[in-house]
T-cell receptor, first 111, second 118 residues
Framework: GQNIDQPTEMTATEGAIVQINCTYQTSGFNGLFWYQQHAGEAPTFLSYNVLDGLEEKGRFSSFLSRSKGYSYLLLKELQMKDSASYLCAVRGQNSGYALNFGKGTSLLVTP | GAVVSQHPSRVICKSGTSVKIECRSLDFQATTMFWYRQFPKQSLMLMATSNEGSKATYEQGVEKDKFLINHASLTLSTLTVTSAHPEDSSFYIC??????????????FGPGTRLLVL
């Protein structure tokens, strides 16, 4: 099975930087994903890590340490529209590409 | 990019009735589709994996006789909630496995269907 933990809620200020952590325990690992989900909408893909290290994509970066079962999503230059839920998801080795999602971190960006 | 649609986007039904939700890949063929369910303030929970031309694989705790999945073509999978009850009220989201073997974009999500059972 897979256990995925991330903080329930976070608040940050517009223009600031915020880091959302995710820890996981899995019997097999074949990639970690971050998705953004606005209320009532489907998740949208943000990032993917399968090797250790940092992946940067514009204002968003994602880091992975497989030995520690740890990832974080870094959001820079926060904007009000970044207020959303951020989901950490792990793909197991034998899951057939299905994803196991964490409960999500609700981020509130304030003026 | 790959687009996935769902229909209906919102449905209200009476307890005991059946509801069918369609998931379509609009511009690519999807041999595998996934059905998720999301309760308020909860994460997405995988219900089943749907493979074209074969029986769906259900996750533990998901009743296959209650949640009927049909994946008859490479662009359409349907989820039928049979004899729906209020506790089935939820946000149902499908995703389709992308056509290009780029692992980071393996799944494309539909916009979701909000089901309310009265």
């Amino acid at each position: 099975g897979q256990n995925i933990d991330q903080p329930t809620e976070m608040t940050a200020t517009e223009g600031a930087i915020v880091q959302i952590n995710c820890t996981y325990q899995t019997s097999g690992f074949n990639g970690l994903f971050w998705y953004q989900q606005h209320a009532g909408e489907a998740p949208t893909f943000l990032s993917y890590n399968v090797l250790d290290g940092l992946e940067e994509k514009g204002r968003f970066s994602s880091f992975l340490s497989r030995s520690k079962g740890y990832s974080y999503l870094l959001l820079k230059e926060l904007q009000m529209k970044d207020s959303a839920s951020y989901l950490c998801a792990v793909r197991g080795q034998n899951s057939g590409y299905a994803l196991n999602f964490g409960k999500g971190t609700s981020l509130l960006v304030t003026p | 990019g790959a687009v996935v649609s769902q229909h209906p986007s919102r449905v209200i039904c009476k307890s005991g009735t059946s509801v069918k939700i369609e998931c379509r890949s609009l511009d690519f063929q999807a041999t595998t589709m996934f059905w998720y369910r999301q309760f308020p303030k909860q994460s997405l929970m995988l219900m089943a994996t749907s493979n074209e031309g074969s029986k769906a694989t259900y996750e533990q705790g998901v009743e296959k006789d209650k949640f009927l999945i049909n994946h008859a073509s490479l662009t359409l999978s349907t989820l039928t909630v049979t004899s729906a009850h209020p506790e089935d009220s939820s946000f149902y989201i499908c995703s389709a496995r992308g056509p290009i073997p780029r692992p980071q974009e393996t799944q494309y999500f539909g916009p979701g269907t909000r089901l309310l059972v009265l």
